[in-house]
């Protein structure tokens, strides 16, 4: 089975709240985290990373947050915008070697006008 | 830079053609992957390769074949077409993260969106 999951596969929200999308994984050697954001049709797009020697990092309107201790990780959107919305996958890997990326089933996130 | 292409856009094929994905980046990315992505569901990798002449399984290989003779060139082979094989294909690049500053950030071409009938 997949080692990274979703808790909740859908997400509504107004225009202008804070969104929270949420992650657990079950691989406790993964070290290294990424957030993307897949348009209707697009590929997926990167968003944030996060290291595993961090519980916290920001960008611009998004915050990732990892709680190694419960395998969990958080996405934090703030002031969501309707070009918000979109699916978004978490993705877990072991950095070095191949480096390659798991990947959840994926929040589609949608921003109410 | 025109980052990962991707083509053809679109594909119907009957069950038993053959056919290759192709994708090129030149971005001089070390590491290329084939993800695809069934309907309402994540990625799931195909195969990877960490650089010119080396390839190696992913997830849900079977069905298909890569080869890697360039840095900028990773065509994803199918063989004998399947229902099961319908499917969005994404191919990916990288580089490693030792060299990348500590970000393995994927980039991802356009998908091929496959329809075996």
């Known amino acids: 089975g997949e080692s990274v999951g979703l808790h909740l596969p859908t997400l509504s929200v107004q225009e202008g709240d804070n969104s929270i999308i949420n992650c657990a994984y079950s691989?406790?050697?993964?070290?290294?985290f990424i957030w993307y954001k897949q348009e209707s049709g697009k590929g997926p797009q990167f968003i944030i990373d996060?290291?595993?020697?961090?519980d916290k990092r920001q960008g611009q309107r998004v915050t990732v947050l990892l709680n190694k201790t419960v395998k969990h990780l958080s996405l934090q959107i703030a002031a969501t915008q309707p070009g918000d919305s979109a699916v978004y996958f978490c993705?877990?890997?072991?950095?070095?070697?191949?480096?390659?990326?798991?990947f959840g089933k994926g929040t589609k996130l949608t921003v109410n006008p | 830079n025109a980052g990962v292409t991707q083509t053809p856009k679109f594909r119907i094929l009957k069950i038993g053609q053959s056919m290759t994905l192709q994708c090129t980046q030149d971005?001089?990315?070390?590491?290329m992957y084939w993800y695809r992505q069934d309907p309402g569901m994540g990625l799931k990798l195909i195969y990877y390769?960490?650089?010119?002449?080396?390839?190696d399984k992913g997830e849900v290989p079977n069905g298909y074949n890569v080869s890697r003779s360039t840095t900028e060139d990773f065509p994803l082979r199918l063989e004998l077409a399947a229902p099961s094989q319908t499917s969005v294909y994404f191919c990916?690049?990288?580089?490693?993260?030792?060299?990348?500053?500590?970000?393995?950030?994927?980039?991802f071409g356009p998908g091929t969106r496959l329809t075996v009938l």
């Open positions: 990916a690049s990288s580089y490693p993260l030792k060299t990348s500053g500590g970000h393995n950030e994927q980039f």
């Open positions: 691989n406790s050697a993964s070290d290294y």
């Open positions: 996060i290291r595993s020697n961090m």
């Open positions: 993705a877990e890997t072991v950095q070095g070697g191949s480096e390659k990326l798991v």
């Open positions: 971005m001089n990315h070390n590491y």
């Open positions: 390769s960490v650089g010119a002449g080396i390839t």
